[in-house]
């Protein structure tokens, strides 16, 4: 690893023109922890996941650790002042796992390259010291195997076309760059892995199904039978030795996996899947080995062997892991439609001086940089996140906000990577590349969600600790019982199978007890439902932050509403003026504007939309200057402006700035709230001047959602910010009894009644769309945020609504339950499988029935479990919004 200091570089200089210079940690601005993500392979159940985790929580510098058995990744939360990402990769190598490097958590850039021409160290070096010596660049890592080079930098300095062309530059260009094909690794290790497992199924069945038919089918054939029962040494035969040279490759070759999966969980202290079917076919391989060499040594012992046993368990084993496999790649597909949805490569366009286009080139899209203007025509998604500079289209967002309507985008509006230009040819300029785009942080966003396990998966995390140690014991007593039981003649002879004895007889329903067994279904059951059931919920507009979000949102019985924004479109509008003094109302509006143009709440962007009009000129608007501006939130703001304070908020503003409110303003207000309208209060130097009516209009379906929500017995409330005429007529337009709404709420003051609702046993959530909902948001038990609203809402909110519908809300609620009823099904049938397999296979039946589990059909049922809940999880892709959403939507077509 190589780091340009560029702070010794400029203390030297500064100390070469002769003066001292000392440099200065400023550690308060040293990010103190990151999230590092990284793929896990070798983990085979729910014991190697919680091994693992345990052992990266004990690391001096993790402050939380993730390991989802699901993905077979973690997530690891660290001080990069005490660990680095190299020593959590170590720790997990200990552990007995490999550990690939998905992301580092820094905050600032990476790229990885492909570089072709570096045979020599001095290449390298070559290579190393020329992107050095480009600005911005701050570390350099290279991996002569791959090939691979990974370049740390500042995004807004530099980009990977500047490295590409400095790499390609170095002498004689005898370096080729390109981008390194990062995301492809782990894709390529899922096929990899499918290859491995269906490779070693099919070699295996090479040999076991020959050992099958010689055990099973062909001693009934008369002549074959006669050959294999031809004896070679005492009373060796042909069928034993063939049997013994066919199952020793799938004992040791095909089978070593698990062996190696064994010794590691084994010296690391702790029981895995490996173990139960290491021991399981290692008896019965054993004790074939001894019975045959018994044979071959004496003239009288007519030997019993299950090679057939161990063979075909190894067999089946290999088909289950496979199938689970191949399934469990199914339930991360929503990330890959995700990631599909960036453009492979874009048009950059170079602009000379004047602003003309004087060339135009095809790029990869991961090369693209901040600040390169980018050329999108009709039918062409828009390459990364960027402003529009020339052109006007119509933009589909559908495929990340879920709003089907096209929007329409010209110069000066922001468009978002992934869309879908329809129509007109757009110039662009990149603001946001790389993993800072919309896309990225959505794809990062879900990921998260599928990593985040469901307080419900402790469960199977607690078990999981004695299942296999548990499963031993009994296996081990389930032999012991029946040896005994043979040995003191408790149970008939002819209980006994002609081809074996007592000892045979409880050796095989031992190993039964120890195959049949199955961990993997009961890790699995949790997290696979999560997966899926986050991953629909992304495709349907709704992003679910997490198992812990998943699974509170289905016991949710009240909702606590926003107003602005959310119940209503959140788009208002000033309606009426009406001044109390003699005023020009473009010099009343102009100090108005001044005041809120630096507030971003939505009341303040009407109140400046108007003031432009009343300007009749959208261009080079600039306002008079604003000193000691001050945001009260939930109330409105304060400034002084042209030597003038001006106050504009509600009513409680103005009486804790000590200013009397006249009564024909008291009447303006009734008369506003009255009709569902925002009254806004206006002081000039400490008297009340004006009120403004803003109408903000509500959302069409907020009725029907909240009589859908009365009919799931879930409470609805409205707690605002806004005034209590304004607030009661929205709860009588969507169907609110006034007693269940808050008005005139400071954001505390929402936070507090959240906790009020949860004192009296609810559990609550809330939807918002702003700053001031936050605290509120953060307090609920699930916080559910607008998807146009801030990005403090969003950060603040369990559930992201990106489709700012309200019918989200429902369909957010509906998704968990259904997500919840299947891990119940999931966690119904793994243990269930587990509590009727084990004793059936102990030989519970056997004394009644005569029915017995063959240790190899032990197997193959144990392989069937844990497919059949991945395949359980997968059902929830078939999810489908609730009918009477349906019905909604349909009511709100009009006919004319």
């Given at each position: 690893?190589?780091?340009?200091?560029?702070?010794?570089?400029?203390?030297?200089t500064?100390?070469?023109?002769?003066?001292q210079?000392?440099?200065?940690?400023?550690e308060m601005?040293?990010?103190?922890?990151?999230?590092?993500?990284?793929?896990?392979?070798?983990?085979?159940?729910?014991?190697?996941s919680?091994?693992?985790?345990?052992?990266?929580?004990?690391?001096?510098?993790?402050?939380?650790?993730?390991?989802?058995?699901?993905?077979?990744?973690?997530?690891?939360?660290?001080?990069?002042?005490?660990?680095?990402?190299n020593?959590?990769?170590e720790?997990?190598?200990?552990?007995?796992?490999?550990?690939?490097?998905?992301?580092?958590?820094?905050?600032?850039?990476?790229?990885?390259?492909?570089?072709?021409?570096v045979?020599?160290?001095?290449?390298?070096?070559?290579?190393?010291?020329?992107?050095?010596?480009?600005?911005?660049?701050?570390?350099?890592?290279?991996?002569?195997?791959?090939?691979?080079?990974?370049?740390?930098?500042?995004?807004g300095?530099?980009?990977?076309?500047?490295?590409?062309r400095?790499?390609?530059?170095?002498?004689?260009?005898?370096?080729r760059?390109?981008?390194f094909?990062?995301?492809r690794?782990?894709?390529?290790?899922?096929?990899?892995?499918?290859?491995?497992?269906?490779?070693?199924?099919?070699?295996?069945?090479?040999?076991?199904?020959?050992?099958f038919?010689?055990?099973?089918?062909?001693?009934?054939?008369?002549?074959?039978?006669?050959?294999?029962?031809?004896?070679?040494?005492?009373?060796?035969?042909?069928?034993?030795?063939?049997?013994?040279?066919?199952?020793?490759?799938?004992?040791?070759?095909?089978?070593?996996?698990?062996?190696?999966?064994?010794?590691?969980?084994?010296?690391?202290?702790?029981?895995n899947m490996?173990?139960?079917?290491?021991?399981?076919?290692?008896?019965?391989?054993?004790?074939?080995?001894?019975?045959?060499?018994?044979?071959?040594?004496?003239?009288?012992f007519?030997?019993?062997?299950?090679?057939?046993?161990?063979?075909?368990?190894?067999?089946?084993?290999?088909?289950?892991?496979?199938?689970?496999?191949?399934?469990?790649?199914?339930?991360?597909?929503?990330?890959?439609?995700?990631?599909?949805?960036?453009?492979k490569?874009?048009?950059?366009?170079?602009?000379?001086?004047?602003?003309?286009?004087?060339n135009?080139?095809?790029?990869?899209?991961?090369?693209?940089?901040?600040?390169?203007?980018?050329?999108?025509?009709?039918?062409?998604k828009?390459?990364?996140?960027?402003?529009?500079?020339?052109?006007?289209s119509?933009?589909?967002?559908?495929?990340?906000?879920?709003?089907?309507?096209?929007?329409?985008?010209?110069?000066?509006?922001?468009?978002?990577?992934?869309?879908?230009?329809?129509?007109?040819?757009?110039?662009?300029?990149?603001?946001?590349?790389?993993?800072?785009t919309?896309l990225?942080?959505?794809?990062?966003?879900?990921?998260?969600?599928?990593?985040?396990?469901?307080?419900?998966?402790?469960?199977?995390?607690h078990?999981?600790?004695?299942?296999?140690?548990?499963?031993i014991?009994?296996?081990f007593?389930?032999?012991?019982?029946?040896?005994?039981?043979?040995?003191?003649?408790?149970?008939?002879?002819?209980?006994?199978?002609s081809?074996?004895?007592?000892?045979?007889l409880?050796?095989?329903?031992?190993i039964?007890?120890?195959?049949?067994?199955?961990?993997?279904?009961?890790?699995?059951?949790?997290?696979?439902?999560?997966?899926?059931?986050?991953?629909?919920?992304?495709?349907?507009?709704?992003?679910?932050?997490?198992?812990?979000?998943?699974?509170?949102?289905?016991?949710?019985n009240?909702?606590?509403?926003?107003?602005?924004?959310?119940?209503?479109?959140?788009?208002?509008?000033?309606?009426?003026?009406?001044?109390?003094?003699?005023?020009?109302?473009?010099?009343?509006?102009?100090?108005?504007?001044?005041?809120?143009?630096?507030?971003?709440?939505?009341?303040?962007?009407?109140?400046?939309?108007?003031?432009?009009?009343?300007r009749?000129?959208?261009?080079?608007?600039?306002?008079?200057?604003?000193?000691n501006?001050?945001?009260?939130?939930?109330?409105?703001?304060?400034?002084?402006?042209?030597?003038?304070?001006?106050?504009?908020?509600?009513?409680?503003?103005?009486?804790?700035?000590?200013?009397?409110?006249?009564?024909?303003?008291?009447?303006?207000?009734?008369?506003?709230?009255?009709?569902?309208?925002?009254?806004?209060?206006?002081?000039i130097?400490?008297e009340v001047?004006?009120?403004?009516?803003?109408?903000?209009p509500?959302?069409?379906?907020?009725?029907?959602?909240?009589?859908?929500?009365?009919?799931?017995?879930?409470e609805s409330?409205?707690?605002?910010?806004d005034n209590?005429?304004?607030?009661?007529?929205?709860?009588?337009?969507?169907g609110?009894?006034?007693?269940?709404?808050?008005?005139?709420?400071?954001p505390?003051q929402?936070a507090?009644?959240?906790?009020?609702?949860?004192?009296?046993?609810?559990?609550?959530?809330?939807?918002?769309?702003?700053?001031?909902?936050s605290?509120?948001?953060?307090?609920?038990?699930?916080?559910?945020?607008?998807?146009?609203?801030?990005?403090?809402?969003?950060?603040?909110?369990?559930?992201?609504?990106?489709?700012?519908?309200l019918k989200?809300?429902?369909?957010?609620?509906?998704?968990?339950?259904?997500?919840?009823?299947?891990?119940?099904?999931?966690?119904?049938?793994?243990?269930?499988?587990?509590?009727?397999?084990?004793?059936?296979?102990?030989?519970?039946?056997?004394?009644f029935?005569?029915?017995r589990?063959p240790?190899?059909?032990?197997?193959?049922?144990?392989?069937?479990?844990?497919?059949?809940?991945?395949?359980?999880?997968?059902?929830?892709?078939?999810?489908?919004?609730?009918?009477?959403?349906?019905?909604?939507?349909?009511?709100?077509?009009?006919v004319?």
């Amino acid at each position: 690893m190589l780091k340009y200091d560029w702070e010794e570089m400029i203390r030297e200089t500064i100390e070469d023109v002769g003066f001292q210079a000392k440099l200065l940690k400023e550690e308060m601005n040293q990010k103190s922890s990151q999230v590092c993500r990284i793929q896990v392979n070798g983990m085979t159940c729910t014991s190697c996941s919680t091994t693992l985790e345990s052992a990266l929580q004990v690391i001096l510098g993790v402050q939380k650790a993730r390991v989802a058995l699901a993905t077979q990744e973690a997530e690891i939360c660290y001080d990069p002042k005490i660990v680095d990402y190299n020593q959590l990769l170590e720790a997990i190598g200990i552990t007995g796992f490999e550990g690939i490097l998905i992301s580092t958590g820094e905050d600032n850039s990476r790229i990885l390259l492909k570089v072709d021409g570096v045979n020599t160290e001095n290449s390298v070096t070559l290579i190393k010291n020329s992107l050095l010596e480009l600005q911005g660049v701050q570390e350099i890592d290279f991996d002569p195997q791959l090939k691979k080079l990974s370049v740390t930098y500042r995004a807004g300095v530099t980009g990977p076309r500047n490295f590409i062309r400095a790499i390609e530059s170095i002498g004689s260009g005898c370096f080729r760059a390109s981008i390194f094909p990062e995301g492809r690794e782990r894709e390529e290790h899922r096929h990899q892995e499918i290859r491995q497992y269906h490779r070693a199924f099919l070699w295996s069945l090479v040999f076991s199904v020959p050992v099958f038919f010689t055990s099973m089918v062909f001693m009934y054939i008369p002549g074959l039978k006669n050959v294999l029962e031809t004896k070679i040494v005492n009373m060796l035969s042909v069928g034993e030795v063939l049997r013994w040279a066919l199952s020793t490759p799938v004992q040791f070759i095909i089978g070593r996996k698990f062996y190696i999966g064994a010794y590691t969980a084994l010296s690391h202290g702790y029981a895995n899947m490996d173990v139960l079917i290491a021991l399981g076919t290692n008896a019965a391989y054993f004790y074939s080995v001894y019975s045959v060499l018994r044979a071959a040594t004496s003239p009288t012992f007519n030997a019993s062997d299950f090679f057939e046993t161990s063979s075909m368990l190894i067999s089946f084993i290999l088909l289950g892991k496979y199938l689970e496999v191949l399934a469990r790649g199914k339930t991360s597909e929503a990330i890959a439609k995700l990631m599909d949805l960036a453009p492979k490569t874009a048009t950059l366009l170079t602009i000379d001086d004047k602003g003309k286009v004087v060339n135009e080139e095809e790029v990869d899209s991961r090369l693209i940089q901040k600040n390169d203007v980018l050329k999108t025509i009709p039918g062409s998604k828009v390459a990364c996140d960027g402003l529009v500079i020339w052109g006007q289209s119509h933009i589909n967002e559908s495929m990340i906000t879920g709003e089907s309507r096209p929007f329409t985008k010209k110069t000066g509006d922001m468009v978002i990577g992934g869309t879908l230009n329809e129509n007109g040819v757009l110039h662009i300029k990149a603001t946001r590349v790389g993993s800072e785009t919309a896309l990225s942080q959505i794809v990062r966003l879900v990921e998260s969600a599928q990593m985040a396990k469901a307080p419900v998966q402790r469960f199977a995390d607690h078990i999981s600790k004695y299942f296999v140690p548990l499963v031993i014991a009994l296996s081990f007593c389930t032999w012991v019982s029946w040896f005994l039981a043979g040995m003191f003649k408790a149970y008939p002879r002819t209980w006994i199978p002609s081809s074996m004895d007592s000892f045979e007889l409880a050796l095989q329903f031992g190993i039964s007890v120890m195959v049949v067994a199955c961990p993997c279904a009961l890790g699995l059951a949790t997290p696979t439902a999560v997966m899926v059931g986050t991953g629909v919920g992304a495709s349907l507009g709704v992003l679910i932050k997490g198992g812990q979000a998943l699974e509170t949102a289905q016991e949710v019985n009240c909702i606590v509403f926003d107003k602005t924004g959310t119940l209503t479109i959140g788009k208002p509008m000033v309606v009426n003026t009406r001044l109390f003094k003699t005023m020009v109302p473009q010099e009343f509006y102009e100090l108005i504007a001044a005041a809120e143009v630096n507030s971003d709440h939505p009341l303040a962007k009407a109140i400046v939309e108007n003031a432009k009009k009343l300007r009749g000129s959208e261009e080079k608007l600039i306002w008079p200057e604003a000193l000691n501006f001050e945001s009260i939130t939930g109330q409105g703001v304060k400034a002084i402006i042209c030597n003038k304070e001006v106050v504009v908020g509600n009513k409680s503003l103005m009486l804790e700035q000590g200013i009397a409110i006249p009564v024909e303003a008291e009447e303006a207000l009734a008369e506003t709230e009255g009709l569902a309208q925002t009254g806004i209060l206006v002081s000039i130097d400490k008297e009340v001047i004006g009120v403004l009516a803003i109408s903000d209009p509500l959302k069409p379906e907020a009725p029907e959602v909240i009589s859908i929500l009365k009919s799931m017995h879930i409470e609805s409330m409205i707690v605002t910010g806004d005034n209590w005429g304004t607030a009661n007529a929205i709860a009588k337009q969507v169907g609110i009894d006034s007693k269940y709404v808050v008005a005139e709420a400071k954001p505390e003051q929402k936070a507090e009644k959240v906790k009020e609702l949860q004192d009296l046993g609810k559990v609550v959530a809330m939807v918002g769309d702003g700053v001031n909902d936050s605290p509120a948001l953060v307090a609920a038990d699930v916080g559910m945020a607008i998807g146009a609203g801030t990005d403090i809402a969003i950060e603040a909110a369990d559930i992201v609504l990106m489709k700012s519908s309200l019918k989200d809300v429902i369909t957010a609620i509906d998704l968990s339950k259904k997500t919840f009823k299947r891990i119940h099904l999931n966690y119904f049938w793994a243990l269930g499988y587990n509590l009727l397999s084990i004793p059936i296979a102990a030989g519970v039946l056997f004394p009644f029935t005569g029915f017995r589990l063959p240790p190899w059909v032990a197997g193959a049922a144990m392989a069937a479990s844990s497919v059949s809940v991945v395949c359980s999880s997968l059902l929830l892709k078939k999810y489908r919004k609730p009918k009477k959403l349906n019905t909604l939507d349909l009511h709100r077509i009009i006919v004319e």
